[in-house]
């Protein structure tokens, strides 16, 4: 009889140190799955910021005024449109230069103006040229004799 009761408490030992290792499995289950959570939404933020950071970089390049309503806006077209952003191998975002090509047509004034060089046309008074007419010695003379050719 004392060997089963020894069996006995024996036993009932083992089925607490099983319910302690049950009660620690489900606190590691717990864990996990926190874990896991949390490496979602860690993913998530690091893809936001990719693309915010790929639009800001791309709008700086284009000399974007107000770069944080410009990615805004494209952020929220694509969000309308639920296409979901996507990256090429290299880490660039594709499409990029067609979403820059759009806010640029619709937000014109949101844009710095590119000047527009043109070419001067030099004069090369008195090199090379075997007249022997004076130069106008100022604006007067010159109206003058630009007139009096015509």
Do not use: C, W
Request: aromatic share 6%; net charge negative.
């Amino acid at each position: 009889m004392e060997e089963k009761s020894r069996l006995y408490e024996e036993a009932q030992k083992h089925i607490e140190e099983l319910s302690q290792g049950v009660k620690s499995s489900e606190e590691l289950k717990a864990k996990q799955n926190e874990y896991e959570q949390r490496i979602k939404a860690l993913e998530a933020e690091n893809q936001e910021i990719k693309i915010n950071s790929s639009l800001k970089q791309a709008l700086i390049k284009e000399k974007a005024k107000d770069i944080e309503y410009l990615t805004y806006k494209i952020k929220n077209e694509y969000q309308n449109n639920k296409t979901p952003f996507e990256f090429n191998a290299d880490g660039s975002l594709k499409g990029i230069d067609e979403m820059i090509d759009m806010v640029k047509k619709q937000h014109t004034n949101l844009f710095e103006t590119q000047a527009v060089s043109k070419d001067v046309e030099v004069l090369n008074v008195g090199k090379g040229d075997n007249s022997q007419e004076p130069e106008p010695k100022n604006l007067m003379e010159a109206l003058q004799e630009k007139y009096k050719q015509k």
